[in-house]
């Protein structure tokens, strides 16, 4: 298996403009979670899936945040409009159900808005 | 409110030397406690879990504690690594609290040849 995988791995944008990062979970796998990582806040988490179906978005920052999963094997993360505070890491992670599972992170995606 | 607080932040020592890690939590009530190792610009991969009734789980020379007693978690790794070199950070969940996971800070840790 791949892994979770995530694109693009670096991305540069200016203030303003939209982003839209990207994940494919593992397959198979029932939840999907967005997190933010960042020196200061460590991991945080923004939003998560389960079965296709946002469970809970409470962590997602303001409404310039937006997150799909239009299918099982397929997930976005929307910014718009992006500020310079939205620089960080973005991680992607799936797991199958249950607390015992491990999350399964891909590489992420690094953001820099100047 | 539910927190993890790891120490070090940061660690030097050099190869072949041991050292420990340390997580200390909060919350409550308890579920599982997980130890993830991220390597520079990777994601976390997970190294062991512990539930409840375990005080001590080993993955090669990586070796986790628990003391749900004292909420208190250790990572314990034996002859260090250059590959070692990395962020360890400790996740705890909730019983009955669907997927709410609170993480640590992380401790950076640096081989040195």
């Known amino acids: 298996d791949a892994g979770v995988i995530q694109s693009p791995r670096h991305e540069v944008t200016e203030m303003g403009q939209e982003v839209t990062l990207r994940c494919k979970p593992i397959s198979g796998h029932d939840y999907l979670f967005w997190y933010r990582q960042t020196m200061m806040r460590g991991l945080e988490l923004l939003i998560y899936?389960?079965?296709?179906?946002?469970?809970?978005d409470s962590g997602m920052p303001e409404d310039r945040f937006s997150a799909k999963m239009p299918n099982a094997s397929f997930s976005t993360l929307k910014i718009q409009p992006s500020e310079p505070r939205d620089s960080a890491v973005y991680f992607c992670?799936?797991?199958?159900?249950?607390?015992?599972?491990?999350?399964?992170f891909g590489n992420g995606t690094r953001l820099t808005v100047t | 409110k539910n927190q993890v607080e790891q120490s070090p932040q940061s660690l030097i020592i050099l190869e072949g030397k041991n050292c420990t890690l340390q997580c200390n939590y909060t919350v409550s009530p308890f579920s599982n406690l997980r130890w993830y190792k991220q390597d520079t610009g990777r994601g976390p991969v997970s190294l062991t879990i512990m539930t409840f009734s375990e005080n001590t789980k080993s993955n090669g020379r990586y070796t986790a504690t628990l003391d749900a007693d004292t909420k208190q978690s250790s990572l314990h790794i034996t002859a260090s690594q250059l590959s070692d070199s990395a962020s360890y950070i400790c996740?705890?969940?909730?019983?009955?609290?669907?997927?709410?996971?609170?993480f640590g800070g992380g401790t950076r840790l640096m081989v040195k040849p």
């Open positions: 996740v705890v969940s909730e019983l009955d609290a669907g997927n709410m996971l609170t």
């Open positions: 899936f389960n079965n296709n179906v946002p469970i809970d």
């Open positions: 992670a799936s797991s199958l159900q249950g607390r015992r599972s491990p999350l399964h």
